[in-house]
């Protein structure tokens, strides 16, 4: 809205992303959709989206649920990200000419360049109520976190396996940080990750623990001096909030999802330049994923050492 003032503006996510567009004040409406919708879903969305009478539709996914979908809604003019085909329900050929590591973002902001936008500004944002921040330092004084010590939050799980560089040496990391330099480790969970919260729990007891909703997560993140995460979302709320973020990648390239200009001073990623990858680093090229996952061989002792360098910043 900063490029065209006045102009109105929605998001279409999944219903696990919906959170995180919430209290934003550049959003008109945030619309939801399961995981794996049925054709009754898309129907009923599609036509709740048609009255809406969009003039531009952005199909930031360029996917095939989501190109589907696009197709479906009325709409004065639409864009497909993708670089390499317009198909005939979208109305702008981004264009091939790119660097096959250019980072999401910029992929994003490319649907604006093609139609004479040129956004400058692209950090991202989200956004905490004084309400979400007043509840997670009363959740964290209950805990006993003492506010004269730094706080390092960790998430030591991921849905995919071969990004996660493993609970045992998140363990280890943890034990390390809080035993041998005195600092408070925080392992932050969803409700659908508790059995791991539970295994971290038992072997980690000077740790805390969350486990739950992403927006109570968003503010206990915002109240962390670093972040230390898998290749997952809580380094990108982290990031986006402005805290030290240490980021363990794993087989996709360290900027396809992290912008090199955004990832850095206060950031850090973790990554292994390996051959084993596809030009897209997208997927292992091995019948199957690597058992050693070398690509995830980030030692210990230098991520320890990393993580007090961004706690001295």
Known sequence: DKLMPGVSISVLTFNFCKPLFENNPHLEKIYGLSEKPDKGELSQLASQLSRENFDLILNLHARNLSSKLARKVKAR?????SYFIREKFSDVMVGSDHALDKSSIERDLDCLRVIGLNPIEKSPEL???DDETQRARQYLSGLGVDSSKKLI????AVTQPYRH?????FIM???QLSEDYGHQVMGIFSSQEQSVANSFKEQVKEALVYAGPIRPSMALINEADLMIDNDSGPAHISAALKIPTLVLVGPDYQNTYRDKSIYKENNYVFFRDVPCRDLFFSR?????????LICLEHPVDEVVKKSLELLRI
Do not use: A, M, Q, Y
């Open 165 to 169: 560089w493993g609970l045992d040496r």
């Open 153 to 156: 939050v960790i998430h030591p």
């Open 284 to 292: 292992c090229l091995t019948p199957k994923n690597c058992e050693k």
């Open 77 to 81: 003019w639409r864009i497909n990200r």
């Open 127 to 129: 956004f905490i109520t």
């Open 173 to 175: 990391l943890s034990r």
